[in-house]
């Protein structure tokens, strides 16, 4: 399935300024047994929002009406954990296209961009600036440039750049899957098979 493109993304942000986010916590194990995406986003973080009884805590960030948009900044060591592709699931149908933090597990690292949600690696100095001009001003918009790989809080104008795979950065702002690239070189793949095939009999 196709993705949606991605340039330049303008957003306030949600914070979420804990450590070590393990993909259990992002999406738990008893939700895995679907085998499509829709739904997921319904149970992101499921445990920490709601009680027992479904009611949503309170003191819950994403419960709080205070902060929103599409950009999640989380502590260090995001998504460590078990490699389920179902906490990507779940964080894109939440709603959130850029997850900011100072280190991914390189697993949910990858299945972010698989899934059409960029995760942004910053120093830890800026990502701590990030949590406080969020905190002060829950209306604070960041914006994350994926063709200059930059990510700026537009506050203060201070900017940091990132890395990201040169394969992947092009899937992303062109809003291709795995398969939507190889299709989009299918001219080429023909051409290549044509004239190897050719040589080979010459």
Known sequence: MSNQKFNILTSTCVPLPIENVDTDQIIPARFLKATDKNGFGDN???DWRFNKDNTPKADFILNNPTFGGEILVGGKNFGSGSSREHAAWAIAGYGFRVVISSFFADIFKGNALNNGVLPVVVSEGF???LFAAIEANPKSTVTVNLEAQSVTLDSTGE?????????KKNCMLNGYDDIDYLLSNMAKIVEFETTDVR????
């Open 199 to 202: 040589s080979t009999f010459a």
């Open 44 to 46: 992101l973080f499921r």
């Open 159 to 167: 900017s940091e750049s990132f890395e990201i795979n040169a394969y």
């Open 127 to 129: 990502l701590a600036r």
